[in-house]
């Protein structure tokens, strides 16, 4: 049987196969090498980066297994194994489920993935630059000792973020439902407590999130605004995959533990995911939607009469969106993470 989420994810594949490549042909590297791709290339469908799977591992150095009974590809590298399978918008990562912004597809012969999924769940950090049209791969190198006569052992620090933990962030850039396209990167700088940082995440860390949907304000339709958080970067330069979606820090949605750690409310108030809606006078307002996907068009069309209702009365006009740096929002852990600090 068919499930929901791969009935959406073949129908936003279909309709944005229309958006497919641009000019300027993608160039994706791994630690500063070109990865060469014989005949299928990578290509851009609506916002998201496809590549060929088996040019990407191969220069990663993790093998890539196709099974055609079940129309499943997957590798392995570092310890982390990845099975996706065509027209799904589900794969699974070390056994757990996780979801793709499109399923893969086959391109003559080629099975093509998101790239950003497929480098991070292998352990990798990935990053794009839309102005050169360039997919950078960082791998996570191990360190070596700084003379074969001296040896160091050291035991490393575990963060744990667990599964609806909301770490509180302050926006270092400036979001805009007019000037941000989907994909674009910003940071945020995690809160501290004024002494040694947040709960166990150390002072001066920053999570890296991407415009997930946009949609300036057009008509009777607002502007909306959907982020998602990709990486939490540690002080000393240390990077690990998260994946988190946003709300907001009033009580309503989020409360405080014992130990001071920030959890998501579960009292009827608590939405899959939270955007900001074009309404109001300070440039949008977060709001609820139950989506679990990022807000496209059509998704926005059926949850408008879902947001109008959270919005109060006398802060229904619709205006463009604007969050200035500085704006104070949590990031909502989807899945429980033990990263390596």
């Known amino acids: 049987m068919t499930s929901s989420v791969t009935k959406q994810g073949l129908a936003l594949a279909a ?19 070109p990865v060469t791709f014989a005949d299928v290339q990578p290509q851009t469908i609506g916002s998201v980066v496809m590549v060929p799977i088996r040019s990407v591992c191969d220069k990663l150095g993790a093998p890539v297994d196709w099974d055609p009974a079940t129309q499943a590809v997957s590798c392995k590298v570092n310890g982390s194994d990845v099975v996706l399978h065509i027209g799904s918008s589900e794969a699974m990562v070390d056994g757990q489920m996780r979801y793709l912004d499109l399923p893969p597809t086959i391109e003559n012969g080629r099975t093509l993935v998101p790239m950003r999924f497929l ?23 191990t360190a070596t000792s700084p003379s074969a006569t001296t040896t160091t052992t050291t035991t490393p620090q575990v963060v744990t973020l667990n599964e609806n933990e909301v770490v509180p962030v302050t926006l270092d850039n400036t979001l805009s439902s007019e000037s941000n396209h989907i994909g674009d990167t910003f940071t945020a700088t995690v809160s501290d407590n004024g002494t040694d940082g947040y709960a166990s995440i150390p ?9 997930a949907a946009v949609e300036p304000m057009q008509g009777n339709q607002p502007a909306i605004l959907d982020l998602a958080f990709d990486r939490i970067t540690f002080p000393n330069g240390t990077t690990e995959p998260i994946d988190g979606s946003m709300v907001s820090l009033d009580n309503q949605y989020v409360m405080v533990s014992d130990d001071g ?63 200035p740096a500085g704006t104070q929002l949590g990031v909502r852990i989807n899945r429980q993470d033990s990263l390596n600090l």
């Open 203 to 211: 002072t001066g860390s920053k999570i890296e999130g991407h415009i």
């Open 119 to 141: 480098g991070e769940s292998l352990g990798n950090a990935v990053t794009w630059n839309g102005d050169t049209n360039l997919v950078a791969i960082t791998t996570n190198a």
């Open 15 to 33: 309709l944005m196969t229309v958006a497919v490549g641009g000019a300027q042909q993608i160039q994706v590297q791994v630690n500063g090498d």
């Open 261 to 323: 750690v920030y959890e998501a409310q579960d009292s009827g108030k608590t939405f899959n995911r939270m955007v900001y809606a074009g309404y109001g006078s300070s440039g949008g307002m977060m709001v609820g939607i139950m989506d679990t996907q990022p807000l496209d068009t059509t998704a926005l069309q059926s949850d408008q009469s879902a947001i109008e209702a959270q919005i109060p009365e006398d802060e229904n006009q619709k205006v463009e969106i604007s969050i």
